[in-house]
């Protein structure tokens, strides 16, 4: 698809979206929706989420016709030369004006999903490669700790298991933060290290794995799950390693949901409340992220074959650590500065993802 292709699809899409957008504007001020207050806090979420697109459409607009209106005055003529004069001034800053809110507003279009996505599950499980695969994932846990530092996203651990030597063999956390999953959505899928292990002692190279899942967590709305019906709850003691620190009741929590097969064990806290509380918003994101899979299949295929899906076997970066390079494979994107990206300077790598994604998405429109 060319880029005037795209671009006029972009903009049949956007004249769709004013056309709702002013309907339920319309739709509003009638008598009978103004008294309807669930109804009408559903049109005003709907029109405050379009208002964001059709802000920098309405200025494009306003560009557009700067733009045609100085092109009319320098072919005429008859026009003044001053009024000639004025209009070639002009008309290169409005044609650049226009494309950069076209740029924006492509963006804006095929993200606006994403970007209304505030809170994410991440979990990350060490894979092939013993001991060293949970110390790699330990290494990618602090790897999105600083990134999560360095962009004020908040960061709450829900449940971790220890390995022996200090790593994970899992541990699933919660993020919190304006646009998160824009940012770690692309974390989903097999992340591969190589490296000498701290285990190894004559110093040859080990390849070990570690997989991210990233899932939305869904609002009570987004899922309706009936708790006494559709959900199993079995309930435990949460042992310690060695016997020590066994909870003399039963705190540990494993839920069952049934229709969909999905399970999430928690065992991180000594109340059996919290864990319980903990396990639901494990499993509420789970079917969501389920849900969500399934509706988005057909439409969302590029874009799930280019930034994973979280599938568990799908390898999507390699971390060589002699080499001190960071390949994404999925962009075939190589950077020779491991070391700054586990500090958590994931950002060159997250924007030609981000771009990447935008492309593919357009053409799908």
Excluded at 36 to 45: E, F, N, P, Q, T
Excluded at 88 to 111: C, D, G, K, Y
Excluded at 159 to 180: R, T
Excluded at 312 to 327: E, L
Aim: charged share 30%; glycine share 6%.
């Amino acid at each position: 698809m060319s880029e005037t292709t795209a671009n006029v699809s972009v903009l049949r899409k956007l004249e769709e979206i004013r056309a709702r957008y002013d309907a339920i504007a319309e739709e509003m001020n009638r008598p009978e929706v103004a008294g309807d207050s669930v109804r009408l806090v559903k049109l005003a979420k709907e029109h405050g989420a379009l208002k964001r697109i059709m802000e920098p459409y309405e200025q494009y607009r306003k560009a557009m016709a700067d733009v045609s209106e100085s092109e009319t005055i320098l072919a005429d003529p008859a026009a003044d030369e001053d009024f000639k004069a004025m209009a070639a001034e002009e008309v290169a800053p409005a044609r650049t004006r226009a494309e950069s809110l076209l740029t924006q507003m492509q963006a804006a279009l095929v993200t606006g999903e994403d970007a209304a996505i505030g809170s994410v599950m991440v979990e990350i499980r060490a894979g092939t490669g013993g001991d060293e695969a949970a110390l790699f994932a330990r290494d990618l846990f602090e790897m999105y700790q600083r990134y999560c530092d360095r962009h004020g996203f908040v960061l709450e651990v829900l449940d971790a298991s220890p390995s022996d030597l200090g790593g994970f063999k899992e541990i699933v956390l919660n993020v919190k933060g304006n646009g998160v999953y824009q940012h770690l959505g692309y974390e989903g899928g097999g992340h591969r290290v190589q490296r000498v292990p701290e285990t190894e002692a004559q110093g040859r190279i080990h390849t070990s794995a570690a997989t991210v899942a990233v899932l939305p967590e869904a609002e009570d709305v987004d899922v309706q799950i009936d708790w006494e019906k559709d959900v199993i709850e079995h309930v435990s003691r949460a042992g310690g390693p060695g016997g020590q620190n066994v909870n003399k009741v039963s705190s540990a929590i494993r839920l069952e949901h049934v229709p969909t097969g999905i399970t999430v064990s928690m065992r991180d806290e000594k109340s059996q409340h919290k864990n319980r509380a903990k396990a639901r918003r494990i499993l509420l994101s789970r079917i969501y992220d389920s849900i969500m899979q399934k509706q988005r299949s057909a439409r969302d295929a590029t874009r799930r074959n280019m930034i994973g899906s979280g599938d568990r076997s799908q390898r999507i970066r390699t971390y060589n650590f002699p080499q001190n390079r960071c390949t994404d494979h999925r962009i075939n994107m190589d950077l020779y500065s491991l070391d700054r990206v586990m500090q958590g300077e994931l950002d060159e790598l997250i924007a030609a993802l981000q771009k990447r994604d935008i492309e593919d998405r357009l053409k799908q429109l």
